[in-house]
C-alpha cells in the first residue's frame, strides 16, 4: 500500500491511535513494536474496539479487510505525517532545547490563538511517537502550528524535521542536558542545531536570543533572523520583578509595556520573551500578546506555584539537568522568604559527568543558608554532604509529612525518573 492510498484511508478516518486503551470507534490504530511490546498482537482488540483500520508489519495478524499490511508500522507512521504536513502552506514553528521547551511551546501557542487557529503538541509528546501523531492531528481550518522537538542524541532532531518540514524555528537554549547521548556539551549544540541546518537549507526563519553568543554563531547561514534578548535585540526587555512570579518589562518593539505572568523563576525571562517575539512577527496586536501571556498558568509540575496551607511551594519538578537546576536553585536562593526547605531530586542521562555535576549542584547549596535540605537517589547517595538524603520520592515524603511546616517555601525540583512531586501527596 503506497502513503497515498492509505493518506486517502486517513481523510476518512483522521483519529489515530497507537494505544487501545484510548481508542475510539472509527479510529486508525497503528500497531508500534517496542523493546517490551509487539502492538501487532493488539490489532484484533483494536478491531473489536471499533477500529476502522489496523495498520500492521506482522502478516501473522492479518485480518482480512481490516488491516493494513505495511513494512514498518513506525515509519509508515511517520512518512503518513509528513505527507499530511506537505498539504499545508502554514508556518509551521519547530522548538527545541535543553530547558524551557515546553513552557515556550505553550507561550508561543496562547499568543498566536490569540488570533490565528493554532494546533500545537499536546502536553510534551515531542520524540519519533509524539510528533507524527501531533502532526496528523493538525485540521484543515489550521493557520498556525507549533511543533515541539526533544532529542537525546544526534541526528534525532534532523529526523523530525524530515516530516516536520518547519518554516520557523527556535532553540530556546543549549545546556548540560542529555550528556550521556550527545556525548557533551558540544554534542548537544549540534544535536539541536540540526534545526538550524534545515532552516538553512530551506530558506527559513530562526527567532534568536541574542544574548546567547553561541546561538549568534549556530544560527549563522539561515535566511531569516529575528532577535530577542536583554538589550540591541529586535524584541528586548528586561525582567522586573520575580519574586515568586514573574514580570517582564519589554522595552523596545511594538509591543513595549509590563507582561506580569503566573510564572516562577526569572529563568522563564528568555520564554516570553520569545513569544512576545513571534506574536509580534505574526501581527498579532500587542494588547492580545500581552493578555495571553499573562492568562497562561503553567501546569504538569513545570514552574508551578502550589499552596498548602501557610506553605509556598515551587513545583518544577516535571524534569532537570545541572543547567536547570542551577537556575532554579539561585532564583529561590533569591527569593524574599526566611524559611526555605530544598527537595532535589538527582539529575539522569548525564553518563561520565553524572556525579561531578551532582557535587557541583551540593557546592552551589551550601553557598546560601537554608532551614532543611533533602537530596533524592541517584549520585546524590553516592556524595558525602550534610543534608537529609532519601532513596527516592516516596521516603522524602514521609520525612515532609513529620515536619510540620508552616510558613515555609520549597523548591521541589528533580528529574522526570525521580517523580519529586510525590513527595507532596
Given at each position: 500500500?503506497?502513503?497515498?492510498?492509505l493518506?486517502s484511508?486517513?481523510?476518512?478516518?483522521?483519529?489515530?491511535?497507537?494505544?487501545?486503551?484510548?481508542?475510539?470507534?472509527?479510529?486508525?490504530?497503528?500497531?508500534?513494536?517496542?523493546?517490551?511490546?509487539?502492538?501487532?498482537?493488539?490489532?484484533?482488540?483494536?478491531?473489536?474496539?471499533?477500529a476502522?483500520?489496523?495498520?500492521?508489519?506482522?502478516?501473522?495478524?492479518?485480518?482480512?479487510?481490516?488491516?493494513?499490511?505495511?513494512?514498518?508500522?513506525?515509519?509508515?507512521?511517520?512518512?503518513?505525517?509528513?505527507?499530511?504536513?506537505?498539504?499545508?502552506?502554514?508556518?509551521?514553528?519547530?522548538?527545541?532545547?535543553?530547558?524551557?521547551?515546553?513552557?515556550?511551546?505553550?507561550?508561543?501557542?496562547?499568543?498566536?490563538?490569540?488570533?490565528?487557529?493554532?494546533?500545537?503538541?499536546?502536553?510534551?509528546?515531542n520524540?519519533?511517537i509524539?510528533?507524527?501523531?501531533?502532526?496528523?492531528?493538525?485540521?484543515?481550518?489550521?493557520?498556525?502550528?507549533?511543533?515541539?522537538?526533544?532529542?537525546?542524541?544526534?541526528?534525532?532532531?534532523?529526523?523530525?524535521?524530515?516530516?516536520?518540514?518547519?518554516?520557523h524555528?527556535?532553540?530556546?537554549?543549549?545546556?548540560?542536558?542529555?550528556?550521556?547521548?550527545?556525548?557533551?556539551?558540544?554534542?548537544?549544540?549540534?544535536?539541536?542545531?540540526?534545526?538550524?541546518?534545515?532552516?538553512?537549507?530551506?530558506?527559513?526563519?530562526?527567532?534568536?536570543?541574542?544574548?546567547?553568543?553561541?546561538?549568534?554563531?549556530?544560527?549563522?547561514?539561515?535566511?531569516?533572523?529575528?532577535?530577542?534578548?536583554?538589550?540591541?535585540?529586535?524584541?528586548?526587555?528586561?525582567?522586573?520583578?520575580?519574586?515568586?512570579?514573574?514580570?517582564?518589562?519589554i522595552?523596545?518593539?511594538?509591543a513595549?509595556?509590563?507582561?506580569?505572568?503566573?510564572?516562577?523563576?526569572?529563568?522563564?525571562?528568555?520564554?516570553?520573551?520569545v513569544?512576545?517575539?513571534?506574536?509580534?512577527?505574526f501581527?498579532?496586536?500587542?494588547?492580545?500578546?500581552?493578555?495571553?501571556?499573562a492568562?497562561?498558568?503553567?501546569?504538569n509540575?513545570?514552574?508551578?506555584?502550589v499552596?498548602?496551607?501557610?506553605?509556598?511551594?515551587?513545583?518544577?519538578?516535571?524534569?532537570?539537568?545541572?543547567?536547570?537546576?542551577?537556575?532554579?536553585?539561585?532564583?529561590?536562593?533569591?527569593?524574599?522568604?526566611?524559611?526555605?526547605?530544598?527537595?532535589?531530586?538527582?539529575?539522569?542521562?548525564?553518563?561520565?559527568?553524572?556525579?561531578?555535576?551532582?557535587?557541583?549542584?551540593?557546592?552551589?547549596?551550601?553557598?546560601?543558608?537554608?532551614?532543611?535540605?533533602?537530596?533524592v537517589?541517584?549520585?546524590?547517595?553516592?556524595?558525602?554532604?550534610?543534608?537529609?538524603?532519601?532513596?527516592?520520592?516516596?521516603?522524602?515524603?514521609?520525612?515532609?509529612?513529620?515536619?510540620?511546616?508552616?510558613?515555609?517555601?520549597?523548591?521541589?525540583?528533580?528529574?522526570?525518573?525521580?517523580?519529586?512531586?510525590?513527595?507532596?501527596?
Amino acid at each position: 500500500m503506497t502513503i497515498e492510498e492509505l493518506y486517502s484511508i486517513y481523510l476518512q478516518h483522521p483519529q489515530v491511535q497507537t494505544d487501545t486503551r484510548k481508542l475510539k470507534p472509527g479510529d486508525l490504530f497503528f500497531a508500534l513494536k517496542g523493546d517490551q511490546f509487539n502492538g501487532n498482537q493488539f490489532a484484533a482488540a483494536a478491531l473489536d474496539a471499533g477500529a476502522a483500520y489496523a495498520v500492521i508489519d506482522d502478516p501473522a495478524y492479518t485480518i482480512p479487510g481490516k488491516t493494513l499490511l505495511t513494512a514498518d508500522v513506525l515509519t509508515t507512521l511517520q512518512e503518513l505525517a509528513g505527507h499530511h504536513r506537505s498539504q499545508f502552506n502554514i508556518p509551521f514553528i519547530a522548538i527545541t532545547g535543553s530547558n524551557g521547551k515546553t513552557t515556550t511551546k505553550e507561550l508561543v501557542h496562547a499568543v498566536l490563538s490569540a488570533r490565528y487557529k493554532t494546533y500545537t503538541t499536546e502536553g510534551n509528546l515531542n520524540n519519533h511517537i509524539g510528533i507524527p501523531l501531533t502532526l496528523l492531528k493538525i485540521r484543515s481550518d489550521a493557520e498556525m502550528a507549533v511543533i515541539e522537538m526533544g532529542a537525546n542524541h544526534q541526528k534525532e532532531i534532523e529526523g523530525y524535521c524530515k516530516y516536520a518540514q518547519p518554516t520557523h524555528g527556535i532553540i530556546t537554549n543549549c545546556g548540560k542536558a542529555h550528556l550521556e547521548g550527545f556525548g557533551g556539551v558540544e554534542g548537544v549544540r549540534k544535536g539541536k542545531g540540526e534545526l538550524y541546518d534545515y532552516l538553512k537549507a530551506h530558506n527559513g526563519t530562526a527567532f534568536v536570543m541574542k544574548d546567547y553568543d553561541y546561538l549568534q554563531t549556530m544560527s549563522a547561514g539561515i535566511p531569516h533572523i529575528i532577535t530577542y534578548g536583554s538589550k540591541d535585540a529586535d524584541i528586548s526587555g528586561h525582567v522586573r520583578e520575580s519574586d515568586p512570579f514573574l514580570s517582564v518589562e519589554i522595552t523596545n518593539g511594538p509591543a513595549t509595556g509590563t507582561i506580569s505572568t503566573q510564572l516562577v523563576g526569572d529563568y522563564n525571562f528568555p520564554n516570553v520573551l520569545v513569544a512576545v517575539t513571534a506574536g509580534v512577527f505574526f501581527k498579532v496586536p500587542a494588547d492580545l500578546i500581552h493578555a495571553a501571556i499573562a492568562a497562561y498558568t503553567p501546569s504538569n509540575s513545570r514552574s508551578q506555584l502550589v499552596k498548602k496551607g501557610t506553605n509556598t511551594i515551587i513545583l518544577d519538578a516535571y524534569n532537570a539537568n545541572p543547567s536547570s537546576m542551577l537556575l532554579a536553585i539561585e532564583n529561590f536562593a533569591r527569593l524574599e522568604a526566611s524559611n526555605k526547605v530544598l527537595m532535589l531530586g538527582a539529575m539522569a542521562e548525564l553518563g561520565d559527568e553524572s556525579l561531578p555535576e551532582h557535587q557541583r549542584i551540593i557546592a552551589l547549596i551550601q553557598q546560601h543558608p537554608w532551614k532543611e535540605v533533602v537530596l533524592v537517589g541517584g549520585d546524590f547517595l553516592k556524595i558525602d554532604h550534610p543534608y537529609h538524603a532519601f532513596a527516592d520520592s516516596t521516603a522524602a515524603g514521609e520525612w515532609l509529612r513529620q515536619q510540620s511546616l508552616e510558613n515555609t517555601h520549597l523548591l521541589v525540583k528533580g528529574s522526570r525518573s525521580m517523580q519529586m512531586e510525590k513527595a507532596l501527596q
